[in-house]
C-alpha cells in the first residue's frame, strides 16, 4: 500500500475552512484514499474515502489532485469539536488491510 | 443496533496473565480489525478476517491470536501478557473494503 505524509499538526480559527493536506506520490492506480480522525481517545471515525474525483459528504470535501499525488481535506467551516487527529490512508480494496500512519494533530481555536 | 462493541473498557493484568478482548459487530459485516494504539501513535493493525474462519496477520501480530468462529465475533486473546502489551485495542468492522470502517469506543488495557 502506499504511503502517505500528512503534517504532524495545524491549527484553524473556529468557523474557518480548515485546509488538510496528504501527500501519497506512489499511490497506485487502484488504490483509495481514505480519511479518518480520532477525537481524543475514542474510536476513529471515518470522514470520507475516494478514488479520482472530488467527493463531498456532510461532513467534508475531498480533493484529489489531477495526478492523484495529493489531496486535500477541507472542513468547510470548522468547530470546536473538530478538534481531532485527522488520518490520511491508502490503500488498495482488495487490500483488506486499513493501515493508520501517525496522521495531523488539528486544534480549532476560537 | 449497537455497531461495534467492545468489553471490557478498562482491565489491569499483570505480567503472565492471559485474557480475551471481546469484540462484537450486529451490522453482518465481513471484514472485522484488530488495532492496537499506544500512546501520542497511530493505530496499528494486529490481525484481520475478512470473513468467519478466516484470518490473517497485521503488522503487529506477535503476542496475540484470533478466531473468527461467527460473522459477529472477533475476539482477541493475548497469552502471557507484558508490559509492552499495556495499549488500547480497538476492534473495527466493515462490509467491505471499499467503504467505511466503523471502531468500537476501545479497550483501555495495563500489563502491570
Known amino acids: 500500500d502506499a504511503k502517505t505524509t500528512q503534517p504532524p499538526s495545524m491549527d484553524c480559527a473556529e468557523g474557518r475552512a480548515a485546509n488538510l493536506p496528504c501527500n501519497h506520490s506512489?499511490?497506485?492506480?487502484?488504490?483509495?484514499v481514505y480519511w479518518y480522525r480520532q477525537i481524543h481517545s475514542q474510536g476513529p471515525q471515518y470522514i470520507i474515502h475516494g478514488l479520482k474525483n472530488n467527493e463531498t459528504n456532510e461532513m467534508a470535501s475531498l480533493i484529489i489532485t489531477e495526478d492523484r499525488k495529493s489531496s486535500t481535506l477541507i472542513l468547510p467551516h470548522a468547530t470546536l469539536r473538530d478538534t481531532a487527529v485527522y488520518y490520511c490512508?491508502?490503500?488498495?480494496?482488495?487490500?483488506?488491510?486499513?493501515?493508520f500512519g501517525g496522521g495531523t494533530r488539528v486544534l480549532v481555536k476560537p | 443496533n449497537a455497531g461495534v462493541t467492545q468489553t471490557p473498557k478498562f482491565r489491569i493484568l499483570k505480567i503472565g496473565q492471559s485474557m480475551t478482548l471481546q469484540c462484537t459487530q450486529d451490522m453482518n459485516h465481513n471484514y472485522m480489525y484488530w488495532y492496537r494504539q499506544d500512546p501520542g501513535m497511530g493505530l496499528k493493525l494486529i490481525y484481520y478476517?475478512?470473513?468467519?474462519?478466516?484470518?490473517d496477520k497485521g503488522e503487529v501480530p506477535n503476542g496475540y491470536n484470533v478466531s473468527r468462529s461467527t460473522t459477529e465475533d472477533f475476539p482477541l486473546r493475548l497469552e502471557l501478557a507484558a508490559p509492552s502489551q499495556t495499549s488500547v485495542y480497538f476492534c473495527?468492522?466493515?462490509?467491505?473494503?471499499?467503504?467505511?470502517?466503523?471502531f468500537g469506543q476501545g479497550t483501555r488495557l495495563t500489563v502491570v
Open positions: 490512508i491508502v490503500f488498495k480494496a482488495a487490500g483488506n488491510k486499513l493501515t
Open positions: 478476517s475478512v470473513g468467519a474462519g478466516i484470518t
Open positions: 473495527a468492522s466493515s462490509w467491505h473494503t471499499e467503504v467505511e470502517a466503523f
Open positions: 506512489t499511490i497506485s492506480g487502484n488504490e483509495y
